[in-house]
């Protein structure tokens, strides 16, 4: 590491820098709306919660649903009980926790280099890494997970100066676990390699307290289900683990390509802070701290975790992103002269703050519902509360319009999966609303003078039957 002497005011900086990220992270979550996966999902559930009153029994369209710890439907449902259920309160978790990581990870490479310039950049580096900021913005498990565990991991470098901090790290974990099992999973594994290149035997009464808070409030979770549904909690985590977990690939070799499947993923998109993040590896690697191989460890048990799953996409990688942009701070500061960072800095941060607040006056508005929006929207406005809505979209079932259409109408769906399915379902009327493609409605509706088209939008249709 180069001295600190940067002359450089890294708290000026980092205040502006944590003011940025704010405006950048929390002002576009207006704009735009929910994708079916997951936001919509997770949001439908988190209003359920707030509708029913019931905070223990997660459900969705009717039906208990037990394949993620709760955590993240929790936060929002606290959002949407004092705010109303909306796009922009289903995202604000994750955009908070998205702008605690960046300020957390500045914080985390100060720690552990003891040079404040290295924490600065690498806040700079994780707010302008473009994944991390795009799914800052998705009401999604990824970012409140990466921050949960970026918690448990500054916690987990106190712990020489007060065990107490053992416990912390504990209940970090905890929250990790609670929000996404399969990434939490990976801190303990973190811990426990850190320990024994420490060479270090850890306090066993704060060790063993800080396992049990960890692991018991998922465990509880688990233990209530089982309880209350039995065998079912089984045969649903078991469809989900062979579909997600450890189902089968094609071909068959893929299940050990997955570290160069997401080195690969990483060489296209970890742009442009990939080489300098190699070469702080390379850094680390030689002087081989072992109190900053935990930069090493964290990250390669992460991918390693990713990589056993049979369900491959970059973002399951997000919570060693914060890793990544600390040693790209530390190659950063290695292989650039310091004279051409303070001048980078000069003329980047009046650049960035122009960006952000041109983002923040004119956000990108991505629309994945623009088709059925409006469609749900009118097929709420003649379906009671308690009511329900048909769904046929001809062809494979369309779980993310379901979720959309759960989401934005507030009304169970009751799916329809061939054209039979459709058929019974206008004979025995369980409801006079259904949503159907245009194909469908011309060769089933289009002859029935007696119904009433209620809106149409791209290609779907909503129909109210004739009583």
């Known amino acids: 590491m180069r001295p600190n002497e940067t002359k450089l005011n890294v708290r000026a900086y980092y205040?502006?820098?944590?003011?940025?990220?704010?405006?950048?992270?929390?002002?576009?979550?207006?704009?735009?709306?929910?994708?079916?996966?997951?936001?919509?999902?997770?949001?439908?559930?988190?209003?359920?919660?707030?509708?029913?009153?019931?905070?223990?029994?997660?459900?969705?369209?009717?039906?208990?649903?037990?394949?993620?710890?709760?955590?993240?439907?929790?936060m929002q449902a606290v959002l949407f009980s004092i705010f109303g259920p909306s796009d922009p309160m289903a995202k604000l978790p994750s955009a908070l926790c998205g702008l605690g990581a960046i300020l957390l990870v500045g914080w985390l490479g100060r720690r552990l280099?003891?040079?404040?310039?290295?924490?600065?950049?690498?806040?700079?580096?994780?707010?302008?890494?473009?994944?991390?900021?795009?799914?800052?913005?998705?009401?999604?498990?990824?970012?409140?997970?990466?921050?949960?565990?970026?918690?448990?991991?500054?916690?987990?470098?106190?712990?020489?100066?007060?065990?107490?901090?053992?416990l912390a790290s504990g209940v970090f974990t905890?929250?990790?676990?609670?929000?996404?099992?399969?990434?939490?999973?990976?801190?303990?594994?973190?811990?426990?390699?850190?320990?024994?290149?420490?060479?270090?035997?850890?306090?066993?009464?704060?060790?063993?307290?800080?396992?049990?808070?960890?692991?018991?409030?998922?465990?509880?979770?688990?233990?209530?289900?089982?309880?209350?549904?039995?065998?079912?909690?089984?045969?649903?985590?078991?469809?989900?683990?062979?579909?997600?977990?450890?189902?089968?690939?094609?071909?068959?070799?893929?299940?050990?390509?997955?570290?160069?499947?997401?080195?690969?993923?990483?060489?296209?998109?970890?742009?442009?802070?990939?080489?300098?993040?190699?070469?702080?590896?390379?850094?680390?690697?030689?002087?081989?701290?072992?109190?900053?191989?935990?930069?090493?460890?964290?990250?390669?048990v992460v991918a390693l975790v990713c990589a056993a799953v049979s369900s491959r996409v970059l973002r399951y990688m997000l919570p060693a992103y914060p890793a990544f942009s600390i040693l790209a701070a530390i190659g950063l500061v290695r292989v650039v002269p310091l004279g051409y960072i303070r001048s980078g800095l000069r003329v980047l941060t009046p650049l960035l703050a122009t960006a952000v607040i041109a983002i923040a006056v004119f956000p990108p508005e991505v629309h994945h519902a623009a088709e059925i929006r409006p469609v749900a929207v009118a097929a709420a406005s003649v379906t009671p509360p308690n009511g329900r809505i048909v769904f046929y979209d001809a062809g494979p079932p369309r779980y993310d319009e379901t979720n959309q259409i759960l989401w934005y109408s507030g009304r169970n769906v009751l799916m329809m999966f061939s054209p039979d399915e459709l058929g019974q379902a206008m004979r025995e009327r369980p409801t006079l609303v259904f949503v159907v493609d245009s194909d469908t409605y011309r060769k089933y509706f289009d002859s029935r003078t007696a119904d009433v088209i209620v809106a149409q939008s791209g290609h779907l249709m909503c129909v109210r039957l004739a009583p």
């Open 113 to 166: 280099t003891g040079n404040p310039l290295i924490g600065l950049l690498a806040t700079f580096v994780l707010a302008t890494s473009a994944y991390f900021v795009k799914y800052s913005a998705h009401a999604m498990t990824d970012v409140p997970v990466t921050f949960f565990f970026l918690a448990a991991i500054c916690a987990w470098s106190l712990k020489d100066e007060d065990p107490r901090w053992y």
């Open 174 to 300: 905890a929250f990790a676990l609670m929000t996404r099992e399969l990434a939490g999973c990976a801190l303990p594994v973190i811990f426990g390699i850190h320990l024994l290149i420490e060479r270090r035997r850890p306090p066993v009464g704060y060790a063993v307290a800080s396992l049990a808070i960890a692991i018991i409030p998922l465990a509880a979770w688990y233990a209530r289900a089982i309880h209350l549904y039995g065998a079912w909690v089984f045969a649903g985590t078991s469809v989900w683990m062979d579909q997600a977990v450890a189902g089968a690939l094609s071909p068959a070799w893929r299940r050990y390509t997955g570290i160069f499947e997401y080195a690969w993923m990483l060489a296209k998109s970890y742009w442009p802070w990939l080489p300098f993040t190699i070469a702080g590896t390379a850094a680390l690697m030689r002087r081989r701290d072992p109190r900053l191989l935990l930069l090493i460890v964290w990250p390669a």
């Open 15 to 74: 205040f502006a820098f944590a003011v940025l990220s704010a405006i950048a992270l929390l002002a576009p979550i207006r704009a735009g709306d929910l994708p079916g996966y997951d936001d919509a999902l997770y949001s439908d559930i988190a209003r359920e919660i707030v509708t029913s009153g019931d905070w223990l029994n997660l459900r969705i369209n009717g039906l208990r649903y037990l394949q993620h710890g709760p955590l993240l439907e929790w």
